[in-house]
């Protein structure tokens, strides 16, 4: 037991005399929560447009002023015509040209009917489309004024309550998906990588040949990560509820728990990446591209999984940490208790069994 | 001249040999565009909504029908109890519950204003906006309806109205697989130009083969150039690789012209090679390169606009975004390929790169030579 311990102190020299990386591990999610909270977001403002006004008159003005004075657009210029559309786009700062036919006003007012056309730079189809949406409803808007229909008096009044959410704070989204990455970081990566580092090096070989049981040497190895993370989880929750707001309505013992449980799958992820890696570029490389960053696109932490072609939605079921983010989800933000996350706590736990029963199988007491 | 040639002979064999940077080059690429640019979307369709009609008129229930009628809901389960429609939401069953009060149909024809509650879980606030945002026009839309209906029985005169004609140019269809897919392939230059060159370079450090080239007349520039100079062409290769791949796979139009795309991939491959060599001199050890490689280039492809339009970011990012050399490029990649647009119409960017390849080249090298 004594040996063992003074094993663990010596990995945790290891790992507090890199203070670069230490200080990238508890900067990474500061950082990543600090940008998703902040800066991602898609909401539409300052959107500059152009207009091509082939009429000049009250009508035009009035819509013009109408459009102008709502928070989404900016006007950037008047066209003379046609032709200086294309070159406007591809300067690249405005989104939309609103196009007023020849006598709108007079046909508007007499005829009962004026054309206008909106046309989108759909370089950026969100944009674009929201962009359409916001006109066509000021426009709408104006037709109603014009008839005296107020829109607020009449009809059909949808209000919205944001259920789970109701500042709509994005965060929500975003820290369970940065809780599962910055694990899988710590967990499996550097674990890998520090297995991988003493077998490049020929060290690995002077531990073997110690009177340290193998499983020791792996054991010792994994609980400085194991605590690391943990340190790095409580970090993130405090930072999620301290600067944004973010509640935990589950139980926290529950969440602590699941943590524990996903941290030891990442562990039993790492020991085996490492068990297939001969040098320390290869553990890398295999974690980074093979675990992160499929895990980062195909979990669910940015982009629902519910929108992707079939094939790729299957295979976020492969995912650890799509279903790590589920139940974060589920317990922080719903509130849920353990009858709603057992299924997937299940899936976790099996995978972790799978992961090191593979890893026990591979881990060769020889060195080749 | 001639030492440089013999490196760089040394550099192509030792990648080569290599077995795991092999595949990533090849294999990975291919494997990124052509899944990931299916993953990363924020297109919305359908989503599961639960419908609380407590009224159960022909006007609830025509709204009902136009809902469903709309691409982006499917009307999932229809309940009488508030509290049922909560625990779907909560087992992540509806994404949103549509609640049609009692007396709706009564109300809005006779006080002439109805309401209507949306509840969407609001868990994915850009998922809950958008929701929101399309069934408020399905049932605005269907509001105009019923003024039109209204109206007409006291309005002698017909409506005026104005015809909104709406055309997408550059992507009539709003694919947005042509927006993500440039996306994509920048991820891939600088992932190549940044980890792959500094993983090169500090995996020589910290096996202590620098050291020993460090006593032969090698001069650092030398060294420095036959280092970078095989990711510079693997980088351009990936562009060809890529833009081809782009064609063939999702159909991506290419409207401007190919050899401005070379001019500004070679300038901005300059960029993030100096970047991968100056964080390599900042690490010891393979891991440190990577940590702190992965952190710069998480930060900066966050903010670079490849998700969402740099202009709807907050004024302090967009200032960062000045010295982002990835929110340059990606927009250039987006206007070249998407629109067109041409040389002179990003001067601006042009030469912001280039006063950032030759100034993050310099400090790289100068801090190189310190360190070594």
């Known amino acids: ?368 | 001249m001639r030492t440089i040639l013999f490196l760089l002979q040394k550099e192509f064999r030792q990648i080569r040999r290599n077995k795991t940077i092999l595949p990533i080059i090849f294999v990975l690429p291919i494997i990124q565009l052509l899944i990931l640019v299916h993953a990363t979307t924020f297109e919305i369709k359908d989503l599961n909504i639960c419908v609380v009609d407590l009224d159960m008129s022909n006007t609830s229930q025509r709204l009902i029908h136009k809902l469903e009628g709309s691409s982006f809901f499917n009307i999932t389960s229809t309940s009488f109890s508030f509290k049922d429609a909560e625990r779907q939401l909560a087992a992540n069953k509806a994404d949103m519950i549509v609640y049609i009060p009692q007396h709706f149909s009564q109300n809005l024809f006779k006080e002439k204003q109805a309401n209507i509650q949306l509840i969407p879980s609001a868990i994915n606030s850009n998922v809950a906006t958008l929701a929101f945002s399309y069934a408020s026009k399905v049932i605005l839309d269907f509001n105009k309806n019923i003024i039109t209906e209204l109206a007409a029985s006291f309005q002698p005169t017909p409506m005026k109205t104005i015809d909104t004609q709406s055309r997408f140019w550059y992507n009539s269809e709003l694919n947005y697989k042509w927006y993500m897919f440039p996306g994509i392939m920048v991820i891939l230059i600088t992932m190549i130009g940044i980890f792959l060159s500094g993983l090169n370079l500090v995996r020589e450090k910290e096996i202590g083969t620098s050291e020993q080239l460090n006593v032969t007349p090698i001069k650092k520039h030398q060294f420095i150039i036959a280092k970078l100079l095989p990711f510079l062409i693997i980088g351009l290769f990936e562009l060809l690789l890529a833009t081809l791949l782009g064609k063939l796979v999702y159909n991506v139009p290419f409207e401007g012209n190919f050899w401005v795309l070379v001019g500004f991939t070679f300038v901005y491959l300059l960029v993030v090679l100096g970047i991968g060599l100056f964080i390599s001199t900042l690490a010891n050890t393979q891991q440190q390169m990577m940590f702190v490689a992965f952190f710069v280039v998480i930060v900066f492809i966050l903010l670079s606009g490849i998700f969402t339009p740099t202009e709807s970011m907050p004024i302090w990012v967009q200032k960062f975004n000045l010295i982002n050399p990835i929110s340059y490029f990606m927009k250039v990649v987006r206007m070249v390929m998407l629109k067109g647009s041409g040389f002179k119409n990003l001067i601006f960017e042009f030469t912001a790169l280039v006063v950032y390849a030759v100034s993050i080249l310099s400090l790289a090298t100068l801090q190189y030579r310190k360190t070594n």
């Open chain 1, 1 to 368: 037991m004594k040996r063992f311990l003074s094993f663990v102190k010596k990995e945790f020299h290891h790992i507090f005399r890199d203070t670069r990386s230490l200080i990238i591990i508890f900067g990474i999610p500061v950082a990543e929560i600090l940008i998703f909270g902040f800066a991602i977001n898609t909401d539409l403002k300052d959107a500059h447009i152009a207009i091509l006004d082939h009429s000049k008159d009250a009508t035009t003005q009035r819509l013009t002023n109408k459009i102008l004075s709502s928070d989404y657009f900016i006007l950037d210029s008047y066209l003379q015509s046609e032709k200086e559309i294309e070159a406007i786009f591809k300067q690249g700062k405005v989104k939309e040209v609103i196009i007023f036919e020849p006598n709108f006003g007079k046909n508007f007012e007499k005829q009962g009917k004026a054309s206008i056309q909106l046309i989108l730079d759909a370089s950026e189809p969100n944009t674009a489309s929201m962009l359409n949406g916001y006109t066509s409803n000021i426009i709408n808007e104006f037709v109603l004024q014009e008839n005296q229909l107020n829109l607020n008096n009449i009809g059909i009044k949808p209000t919205v309550r944001m259920f789970y959410n109701p500042d709509l704070k994005s965060v929500f989204m975003f820290v369970p998906g940065t809780m599962a990455i910055i694990l899988l970081l710590i967990s499996a990566l550097m674990t890998s990588i520090t297995i991988t580092r003493e077998k490049e090096l020929g060290t690995m070989e002077v531990l073997l040949g110690s009177p340290l049981k193998p499983s020791h040497i792996i054991l010792g190895k994994v609980v400085p990560y194991l605590l690391l993370s943990l340190g790095n989880v409580i970090t993130i929750l405090g930072l999620s509820y301290f600067v944004f707001g973010l509640p935990v309505r589950g139980s926290l013992s529950l969440l602590i728990f699941e943590c524990l449980l996903f941290i030891l799958l990442s562990l039993s992820l790492g020991i085996l990446i490492s068990t297939v890696s001969k040098t320390m570029q290869q553990a890398m490389l295999i974690s980074m591209i093979g675990l992160m960053m499929p895990s980062m696109l195909l979990s669910g932490f940015i982009f629902p999984v519910e929108n992707m072609p079939d094939i790729l939605y299957y295979i976020s079921f492969l995912m650890p940490p799509r279903w790590f983010i589920e139940i974060v989800k589920a317990i922080m933000i719903k509130g849920n208790g353990i009858m709603f996350v057992w299924k997937e706590t299940l899936i976790i736990l099996g995978m972790t069994l799978f992961f090191i029963l593979m890893s026990v199988k591979k881990f060769k007491i020889r060195l080749e």
